[in-house]
């Protein structure tokens, strides 16, 4: 027994040692890892630091906000993925409920449960918590950091250097320019002094001849060969895919063939391999330069069509066209003199006084080349041709209107706004003026090249009645133009100054949102809400459709119903939708309920009379009162109810007028429905006839007339009834029931046809009203009358002319 009571011993000790620890390491607060919040810590604070001292470089500057960006990126992921263990947590003290109320208390194990479990919740979120700290601080930091990077570039655009205009300076500009070629030439010399460099160019040398060769026959023969055959074809081919291909055969040719020759040229100075540390640089950037030539003449024959007047997109003749080439051509040369002179500076130090010397030229260069293609017009139409000039449909519009005339002003502002500030001094502003708007104008030559490659493709690959009868060809020229405007958007941002940092900013703030109470709205979010509220409304409509076409019109249902119950439908699904939409998002709308209440006040007082128009609206569709296709009369007005929609009912009149009524006045106004349980109605028709008349015999008139009609009831029977004697007739009124109370005009019609005819057949007379007019004291005024009369009868007659006496 005593070992079985060592060994026992034994265990209780080593089990109260394993407790002692387990409860110790509980009772203390467990340390954050060192990594990564130390590099977090040594990453801010050197941020803080450059903030506070505010002259560091703008390298120095981008690389720490580079780390903030990442220190920022990984806390959020750390934020966004709270772990299973934290989940459980939450889980077990949600399953306890909320906690009491004040002055309320609840028992001490639950008490107690609820305290370490809250202890236990705070543990495992505290490196979440350090995690938003370090977020909450980078991006702060990382604001700070971009105010201060456009802070230091504005003041370098806003440097003055010497003026070009002095004499001297371009003297100074001489003196450089030839230290830099001496330079050149001593490097050089070096290198061929070195051991096998001398064989190496004897070994490349046919290579070397050759390649130059190459370009040229391939620039100067071959690209003019091929382009010219294909675009002689072009205009004669009759079938629309083969003019198709031709077109882009040619549009490849302008591309590659330059392409290749300027890569040949490019290859002579790679296998020389000579270059040194002075024009290494120079020898790096001669790909970006052939870059730039040879997308300037693509763009521009792309563009411009100088020999294809057919596909020109642009409204220019064949001069302007091939103005527009040159300047085109001119401007891809431009852009590589600006990139040559951005790396001569880098290479070699230049003084501001030789920078802005050299970029007076190229400044010069520029704006005449941008006042030249601001000041393309359409030329106006030609005298000689009467249809062109009378037909306003052949007529382009003018050049100074719309998105042309736009670039053309801005292009000649940027002209003139370079020369002024290059001879200024701010050479820098110059070249901000006139490179971005350079490189701009191809960009949007690129995006107009492909919506016209698109637009092109689609007519020349499918059939003119294909094209006429599809309804959702007009949308893809609108599609195509919102894709490059998207694809457009950040290249030209960052033509114009913008950095690669500000549209990773901007993608952050579309991909992580923004955090409106417990709810974060990004671009996922939206695009998933828009998603699946799109399906939601195309599976109603589906619905809807299969209700109406399949399932309902085999029913005993009546119309109005059909159209009320898809409805109803409608209105349901599309809620579903919105619903399913919002849950599928993972969006939170109960922190917004506040704000929502709060803002339904004010909205309700200024959108009570449409909520009260929706509400009758459900209400007429719940209820039916009315229906489509009902006759009514409300407000004055009478017509068959057409449709009725969420905030009012649409009814059409007799005189095919359609009156728009509010849903609430149907509800809280008086509304006549002749049709809501049948469409059987009555018909009264009054008739008078003479004093002295037959009674019974204009009695069996009225009801053979009424017999004779197909559109009457036979049950009830018609009936004729002596409603009085009037003053000039004897009154009766025909009373009968419609098998359709929407004939009762035509009815009414026949019927007073029908019993015109037969009460003038029969003698009977149709009174109208009379009057006997007597006057009084008229003996005297008829007297006095006569009396005039006479005596103007015994008068003397008068003489008659030229008489005389005696």
Known sequence: ?????????????????????????????????????????????????????????????????????????????????????????????????????EGVTESEELASRRAELSKALARAKAPIVAAEESYERANLLIEETDDLIREQITQELLVRNPSPLVPGHWLQALE?????????????????????????????????????????????????????????????TDSRPKRWALSSLN???????????????????RIAD????????????????????????VLGHLIFRPNLALQRPLPLDDAQAMAGLRISQGLGVFVALEIALTTLEQAYPLTPATVGVLSTPLILMGGLLFWRLGRLRQPAPDAADPEQAEDPSQQAPPSGKGLLGLLGRLLRIAAVLGVLFVIS?????????????????GLIGIALGVYF???????????????SQSSGFGLIPIGTVFLLGLALAPLLALTWGARPSDIAEIWRLLTEGVQLGDTRLSLEVLITLVLVFFLGLLATRWLQRLLRVTVLPRTRMDPGAQIALVTGVGYLGLTIAALTAVSTAGLNLASLAVVAGALSVGIGFGLQAIVSNFVSGIILLIERPIKEGDWIEVAGHSGHVRKIAVRSTRIETFDRH???????????????????????????????????????????????????????????????????????????????????????????????????????????????????????????????????????????PPRQAGSADG
């Not at 060592?6 to 607060?29: D, G």
């Not at 001094?425 to 104008?441: E, F, H, K, Q």
Request: charged share 20%; glycine share 6%; net charge negative.
């Open 1 to 101: 027994m005593a070992p079985l009571r060592l060994l026992a011993a034994l265990w209780l000790t080593v089990a109260l040692i394993l407790l002692t620890t387990a409860l110790s390491a509980t009772a203390q607060e467990p340390e954050l890892p060192d990594e990564p919040f130390t590099t977090w810590e040594r990453t801010a604070a050197l941020a803080e630091e450059l903030l506070d001292e505010r002259n560091a470089s703008t390298s120095l500057l981008e690389n720490v906000r580079a780390r903030l960006a990442k220190q920022r990126d990984e806390a959020f992921r750390m934020m966004q993925e709270p772990g299973i263990g934290i989940r459980a947590l939450e889980a077990q003290l949600n399953s306890l409920g909320p906690p009491p109320e």
């Open 176 to 236: 450089e320019l030839g230290d830099y070629g001496a330079q050149i030439d001593s490097e050089l010399k070096d290198r061929l002094e070195e051991p096998g460099v001398r064989e190496h160019l004897r070994r490349i040398l046919p290579a070397a001849l050759v390649l130059p060769g190459l370009a040229l026959a391939l620039l100067f023969w071959l690209q003019p060969l091929v382009t010219r055959r294909l675009e002689t074809r072009i205009p004669l």
């Open 251 to 269: 549009s490849l040719a302008r591309l590659l063939i330059p392409s290749a020759a300027a890569a040949a040229l490019i290859g002579v100075v």
């Open 274 to 297: 000579v270059t040194t540390d002075a024009i290494r640089p120079l020898a790096e950037a001669l790909p970006a330069l052939a870059i730039c030539i040879v997308l300037g003449h």
């Open 425 to 441: 001094g701010y050479d820098n502003l110059a070249r901000l003026a006139m490179v971005p708007m350079a490189v701009s104008m």
């Open 453 to 467: 490659l698109v637009i092109r493709t689609l007519e020349d690959t499918l059939e003119p009645d294909t094209l």
């Open 658 to 796: 359609d009156v728009i009524v509010p849903n609430s006045a149907l509800i809280a106004e008086t509304v006549k429905n002749m049709t809501l349980t049948s469409q059987v109605g009555r018909l009264v028709l009054p008739v008078g006839v003479a004093y002295g008349s037959d009674l019974e015999r204009t009695r069996t008139i009225l009801l053979e007339a009424a017999q004779t009609q197909p559109s009457v009831l036979a049950t009830p029977a018609p009936a004729v009834l002596f409603m009085g004697l009037g003053e000039n007739s004897l009154d009766f009124e025909l009373r009968c029931f419609l098998k359709d109370i929407g004939d009762l005009l035509s009815v009414r019609s026949d019927l007073l046809f029908a019993v015109y005819g037969a009460l003038e057949e029969a003698g009977i007379g149709i009174p109208f009203p009379q009057r006997d007019v007597h006057l009084q004291g008229l003996e005297p005024l008829l007297a006095a009358l006569a009396g005039r009369h006479g005596e103007q009868s015994g008068a003397e």
